[in-house]
């Protein structure tokens, strides 16, 4: 399955995936950038920052700044990971920043209850917060 992250919440999104990640099934999300935190922005800027600087930084843990990487890591934490059906699921994920030529003519799969049209309350997209935690734009 191919899902469009654009204006999709990323907690919603990334465990409707999860759970068919649980069932085998290879799944493929585009626009991952577009994806959205809902929160006021100097808050989830600071709650992503501590959880970068926690831990050592030759020992981990780690944590990306990259919106791809982010989303794969929200789905991580939804799967059983020290399991190994958690660890097989997570390989059967793949997660791309834009649209791929390969996907162009495809069609796009959209959460009904992720979208951002939900949600009162002040946003953040990925792209955004990525910046703000220091990653350099190359998308």
């Not at 626009?31 to 992503?48: D, W």
């Not at 981990?60 to 939804?78: L, N, S, W, Y």
Request: charge should be positive; glycine fraction near 6%; charged fraction near 35%.
């Amino acid at each position: 399955m191919i899902y469009d992250a654009e204006n999709q919440i990323l907690g919603r999104l990334a465990s409707v995936i999860a759970k068919q990640l649980l069932k085998g099934e290879k799944i493929f999300v585009v626009n991952s950038e577009k994806a959205v935190l809902a929160g006021r922005k100097k808050f989830k800027v600071e709650l992503y920052l501590t959880r970068r600087r926690r831990g050592d930084p030759f020992h981990g843990p780690f944590f990306p700044r990259e919106p791809d990487k982010i989303f794969r890591r929200t789905v991580r934490g939804m799967l059983p990971w020290h399991k190994p059906k958690g660890r097989k699921a997570y390989k059967n994920l793949k997660v791309f920043i834009g649209l791929p030529e390969e996907f162009k003519n495809k069609k796009l799969e959209k959460v009904k209850n992720a979208n951002v049209s939900k949600i009162k309350t002040n946003y953040i997209t990925l792209e955004k917060l990525s910046i703000a935690l220091g990653a350099k734009k190359r998308w």
